[in-house]
């Protein structure tokens, strides 16, 4: 079953609406037992966005709940679920690439976690990405919000190829799962999930009422209208900053 994440008017931002449209997309997937495998993939030049921030419907508990929900949801899909990316991925985006059993990423992927800039951090997203990558490479993009592309992906991690036809890459990972049975696949995939689904019990609550914290702070409504109005946040720091040597000799 492939499933398309298609509201290219917004790059595939994560809204109510497209996260609720996809959690029912995986919850048909895994009770069907004709599906071996799930494409997730993309319209337009972006494959997620991250949260929509232009939506203003429902409470910030509610939506970190929700993108909770989703990344649990493609965990617990028993069946190998693949991202299908060539397009830029962003802050929430990156929870699902995280959550993905397998991911090619083809030429024109870009790949950035920007909750910082926003005043904000990647909270509920660090359940499936920092699993995935290593701890130097977790500390350097989590902090210093740099684009990477697949390649350095593939490096690190987070991404199972980079490969200069993504779709050609995916048909023949389809092609190797095909010939599982269901059981064997299901049972296979809980034994590389556990260890992040464990996180999700004891530390999700927590992560989702910080995240929620985060979009209500004040700092975080700065960083969005800024990033909105396309301008420079307020607490913006100025490019460079004075130092002072430590240690020096007297």
Request: net charge negative.
């Amino acid at each position: 079953m492939t499933l398309t994440l298609d509201t290219p008017h917004n790059r595939n931002a994560l809204s109510t609406a497209l996260v609720e449209e996809l959690t029912a997309g995986l919850r048909d997937a895994g009770a069907d037992r004709d599906v071996r495998a799930v494409v997730l993939t993309h319209t337009g030049g972006t494959f997620c966005a991250g949260a929509d921030l232009t939506e203003a419907g429902g409470s910030f508990s509610s939506r970190t709940e929700q993108m909770l929900t989703l990344l649990r949801a493609i965990l617990e899909t028993p069946k190998p679920v693949i991202g299908r990316i060539d397009g830029h991925v962003r802050a929430g985006g990156m929870g699902l690439v995280g959550a993905c059993d397998l991911v090619v990423a083809g030429p024109r992927s870009s790949f950035a976690l920007t909750e910082a800039r926003l005043g904000l951090a990647a909270s509920i997203v660090s359940l499936t990405v920092v699993p995935r990558m290593t701890s130097r490479a977790a500390s350097r993009y989590f902090l210093t919000t740099e684009t990477f592309g697949a390649h350095e992906a593939e490096a690190i991690g987070l991404v199972t190829e980079a490969a200069a036809d993504a779709g050609a890459t995916v048909a023949e990972l389809v092609a190797a799962i095909r010939p599982s049975s269901p059981q064997g696949l299901a049972a296979s995939k809980r034994l590389t999930t556990a260890a992040m689904l464990e996180e999700f019990d004891r530390r999700g609550a927590d992560l989702a009422e910080e995240s929620a914290r985060l979009f209500a702070s004040d700092e975080a409504r700065e960083g969005m209208m800024a990033f909105l109005q396309k301008r420079n946040p307020s607490w913006a720091a100025p490019a460079e900053s004075s130092g002072a040597a430590v240690g020096k000799e007297t």
